[in-house]
């Protein structure tokens, strides 16, 4: 076996040690199938002995892009991106990536720095939910520059990009049609950030239940999440208040929850609940949330590995067609915020996963 030189080990010492060239290695390193299966497993195991580390700073000064993908998030206090971003991390990682989190704070003009930024470092690729449609123009940039891009959950129109994202209006209907079969009649439709297309997927999905039942849809939409309480409150206190709530995303729900604790407003008794987004606390809560879960994990994990599989294309790649599109599926989760007793399950084909211990009944009013 050569010997190796003392220090740091470099891709000329991993060649060496495999009796192949520095290109194979280098190859190798940067994910391409040009390489053998057999020799590419001898390089990484080589590369796993020797304890090589590609030099990022060095790749980038020969204008190679760094082993590092970008994925920016509106905020990681939403248990949703959190989620999101630690599967991204973990499928990133598995594949030799390093990912480069940032929350842009539900800021555009944050985001659009965070995306120059991750430009100026030559990241391989980038995973984004944005704030804003000023980010396409900003995105299509980095396309054009042969970076691929993957967009989760919010998605725009005019993009060569990834999508990934759930069923949106599917997973609506199911929540709404619940709150149907309870003998409900007026459900108010609360949430915010309607200008985002999986915010609208939900509201068409809950139009569609209603329309569908001929019951008359009502919202409760604002343009900022900190005021969703209020504007429940302001219905709930009406001459015709709503008997059950349909919550678009968990942060709508936290509100909305916090708000009827505060003003002692029984649930399901006085107003049932049904939420879009399911979290780790929901079955804890005093009264136990009914949910549509929507898979956070596994939209991390796709979106991850649909960036990994166009970085890893042959280096000079027509990005051109770049274009694919992901949809999971929703469950509902039914606990008691509905009016339901126990833990059942309702997944795409309509079934329950274990039979009600309390039947569906109509509102208490």
Not at 24 to 35: A, F, I
Not at 165 to 181: D, P
Not at 328 to 333: D, I, M
Request: include cysteine; charge should be positive; glycine fraction near 8%.
């Amino acid at each position: 076996m050569a010997k190796r030189r003392s220090g740091r080990p470099t891709i000329a010492d991993v060649a060496r040690e495999c009796g192949v060239g520095a290109m194979t290695v280098s190859r190798v390193v940067n994910g391409s199938k040009l390489v053998n299966a057999r020799t590419a497993a001898r390089v990484r195991t080589t590369i796993q002995r020797l304890g090589y580390e590609p030099n990022e700073a060095a790749r980038m000064l020969k204008g190679q892009a760094a082993r590092t993908i970008g994925f920016i998030v509106p905020d990681l206090a939403d248990t949703f991106f959190s989620i999101c971003a630690h599967a991204v991390q973990q499928e990133a990682a598995k594949q030799g990536y390093m990912a480069l989190l940032i929350a842009s704070e539900r800021d555009p003009d944050r985001e659009a720095r965070e995306l120059a930024m991750m430009k100026s470092r030559n990241v391989a690729g980038v995973l984004i939910v944005s704030m804003s449609p000023n980010c396409v123009g900003l995105l299509r940039d980095l396309h054009s520059r042969g970076i691929p891009v993957v967009m989760l959950d919010r998605t725009f129109p005019g993009l060569d990009a990834g999508e990934v994202m759930v069923e949106n209006e599917e997973g609506a209907q199911k929540a709404v049609n619940h709150l149907i079969e309870h003998g409900h009649e007026s459900i108010l439709c609360v949430g915010y950030d309607s200008q985002f297309n999986s915010i609208a997927l939900r509201i068409a999905g809950y139009q569609k239940a209603m329309n569908k039942a001929r019951l008359k849809p009502r919202f409760a939409v604002v343009d900022d999440g900190a005021v969703v309480g209020p504007s429940v409150l302001q219905r709930l206190r009406s001459s015709r208040p709503p008997t059950a709530l349909f919550t678009m995303n968990n942060v709508t729900t936290v509100n909305v929850l916090q708000t009827l604790q505060r003003e002692n407003i029984p649930v399901p008794q006085e107003v049932a609940i049904v939420g879009f987004d399911d979290f780790d606390l929901a079955p804890l809560l005093a009264v136990p949330l009914t949910a549509i879960r929507q898979p956070a994990a596994q939209l991390g994990r796709s979106a991850t590995r649909l960036l990994m599989e166009w970085i890893q294309r042959a280096p000079g790649s027509d990005l051109s067609s770049l274009h694919a599109q992901v949809v999971l599926p929703t469950e509902l989760v039914i606990r008691r915020s509905c009016g339901c007793e126990p833990i059942q399950r309702i997944g795409m084909d309509g079934n329950r996963s274990l039979p009600a211990k309390a039947g569906l009944g109509p509102p208490v009013r």
